[in-house]
């Protein structure tokens, strides 16, 4: 999450609260989540993604399970 840094398995979080979801350039975003590109990265909407990123957008492609205690 370093300003200018690369892409690794996701894309270069570095500001990406309060922009709109599949918004990073040069990252190949899976279909379910550009079409949810109209949404904005705020606390809620990040800590639902955190808890469950498939129920969140179901279809996504990201591999992270998820959060499931919140204390975590």
Known sequence: IDKGGAHGIGPNLWGVMGENHASEPGFSYSDALKA???D????QSMARWLANPRQYVPGNKMSFAGISKPED
């Not at 904005?40 to 606390?43: A, I, N």
């Open 40 to 43: 904005k990265w705020d606390w």
């Open 36 to 38: 949810t590109s109209a």
